[in-house]
C-alpha cells in the first residue's frame, strides 16, 4: 500500500511557474513508477509525465515537453513536477500516481493522491 499527498498548486500568471511535489508513504517508495495526471474542468483525467522507479525511463505528453519536467528523490521518497512557461490550458486538478511500472502507470495506477489545484491565469 502507498500513500501519496500532493503539495505546491495555486494560482501564477502566464508563463510563471510551479513545482508540484507528491511525498509517498508506506512501502519501499524506490520500487514504484510514479506519474502526474491532470484533469481540466469537465474534461477526462490523462498522464501529464512518468518515471521510472530508477529513474531510466522518463516520459511527458507532447503537450508539456519542454516546460515540464517529473523528478524524484528516492531519499526524500517525494516526485516532483516542476512546471515552467505555464499557459491558461494547463489550470486542471493535478494527481500524483503510482504503481509498479511506467507502462501499468500509463493504463491506470492503482494508487493516488488527492490532487492538488493549479489556476493559471491570462
Known amino acids: 500500500q502507498v500513500q501519496l499527498v500532493e503539495s505546491g498548486g495555486g494560482l501564477v500568471q502566464a508563463g510563471g511557474s510551479l513545482r508540484l511535489s507528491c511525498a509517498a508513504s508506506?512501502?519501499?517508495?524506490?520500487?514504484?513508477?510514479m506519474g502526474w495526471f491532470r484533469q481540466a474542468p469537465g474534461k477526462e483525467r490523462h498522464l501529464v509525465a512518468a518515471?521510472?522507479?530508477?529513474?531510466?525511463?522518463?516520459y511527458h505528453t507532447d503537450s508539456v515537453k519542454g516546460r515540464f519536467t517529473i523528478s524524484r528523490d528516492n531519499a526524500k521518497n517525494t516526485v516532483y513536477l516542476q512546471m515552467n512557461s505555464l499557459k491558461p490550458e494547463d489550470t486542471a486538478v493535478y494527481y500524483c500516481?503510482?504503481?509498479?511500472?511506467?507502462?501499468?502507470?500509463?493504463?491506470?495506477?492503482?494508487?493516488w493522491g488527492q490532487g492538488t489545484q493549479v489556476t493559471v491565469s491570462s
Open positions: 508506506g512501502r519501499t517508495f524506490s520500487i514504484y513508477a
Open positions: 518515471m521510472s522507479g530508477g529513474g531510466t525511463i522518463i
Open positions: 500516481a503510482a504503481d509498479t511500472t511506467v507502462a501499468v502507470i500509463v493504463k491506470g495506477p492503482n494508487y
